[in-house]
């Protein structure tokens, strides 16, 4: 569940990169795939004390953070930023594991941050099993970020476009995680 959530939070972050104008050359994928890190370096050390911090219902609200500090004496972005760091990640990629909670306090790489927390706040709403007709732009934080300065017209087009986005991102995922299957004649079972 977590790999098709990264998975599918990278999509749409080079998806929105690409609508936006943006010419990144693969950070933005990478960020968006790497951006919960800590979350699946928790479920991977700490099975039985993720299971009880994160329900994996992709609701987000402001007391994730807390609620996993209190819980776990720290938090997935402080777990996955000190992963990366260690490991010497790409820094985009270590704000985008670091600031994805709270893209205002970033103070690099902040266009990137706010591009995966408009994916990841997407990627959360498909999760919960809603559908794209009745995505609500106006409730995504990054993109609030991202518009500042944009026309209302601009804006309205997005938002018009929106839907649309995060089915064709959603199906080119689904198309491409899918393993293919192999082509011609099946091997005999005969003895060998």
């Not at 402080?78 to 990629?93: D, F, K």
């Not at 997407?122 to 732009?137: C, I, S, T, V, W």
């Not at 199906?171 to 005999?188: E, H, I, L, R």
Request: proline fraction near 6%.
């Amino acid at each position: 569940v977590l790999w098709h959530h990264s998975y599918l939070t990278a999509c749409l972050c080079r998806r929105l990169s690409e609508e936006f104008g943006y010419k990144h050359h693969g950070e933005d994928f990478t960020a968006g795939l790497l951006h919960d890190l800590g979350r699946i370096l928790i479920a991977v050390t700490m099975p039985q004390q993720f299971n009880a911090a994160d329900p994996m219902d992709f609701v987000e609200d402001a007391q994730v953070l807390d609620r996993e500090r209190q819980l776990l004496g720290t938090d997935h972005c402080q777990v996955g930023t000190l992963y990366a760091q260690q490991n010497h990640l790409p820094l985009s990629a270590i704000a985008a594991i670091d600031f994805h909670h709270r893209c205002e306090k970033a103070a690099d790489h902040r266009g990137i941050v706010e591009l995966v927390v408009s994916a990841d706040h997407m990627a959360n709403f498909l999760q919960r099993g809603e559908k794209p007709e009745g995505y609500d732009l106006d409730q995504n934080p990054g993109f609030q970020a991202i518009a500042k300065g944009w026309t209302a017209d601009r804006v309205r087009a997005f938002k018009h476009l929106t839907p649309r986005l995060i089915e064709e991102t959603t199906q080119s995922a689904v198309q491409q995680s899918t393993p293919a299957k192999p082509s011609g004649p099946k091997p005999s079972a005969g003895p060998v």
